[in-house]
């Protein structure tokens, strides 16, 4: 079955880098939005940023604007969100999300923890 890998997770102090991976398996990668969520403890699911299925067109929410860059390589069937100047409020697990330009159907990964903390 479809699966996605998020990587790329861990313990950072606060202005530190990551760089998150989502490896997509067993579907057409070019045919899906790919999307990164996150959760913080005690709160929602919030969307962070999408990617439209070819790469030319990207969103984001106001909270990462200008630190996040969401980016895809279709020929390896992965998604990247980088993340520069981190902030303790951006701790929380992080999702990857598979959105099917066709048909009613997305997916998740499992998630990676970032904990932003000095």
């Known amino acids: 079955q479809v699966q996605l890998v998020e990587s790329g997770g861990g313990l950072v102090q606060p202005g530190a880098s990551l760089r998150l991976s989502c490896v997509a398996s067993r579907l057409t990668f070019s045919n899906y939005f790919m999307s990164w969520y996150r959760q913080a403890p005690g709160k929602e699911r919030e969307l962070v940023a999408t990617i439209t299925s070819g790469g030319s067109s990207t969103t984001y929410a106001d909270s990462v604007k200008g630190r996040f860059t969401i980016s895809r390589d279709n020929a390896k069937d992965t998604a990247y969100l980088q993340m520069n100047s981190l902030k303790p409020e951006d701790t929380a697990v992080y999702y990857c999300?598979?959105?099917?330009?066709?048909?009613?159907?997305?997916?998740w990964g499992k998630g990676t923890l970032v904990t932003v903390s000095s």
């Open positions: 999300n598979a959105k099917s330009r066709y048909f009613s159907v997305d997916y």
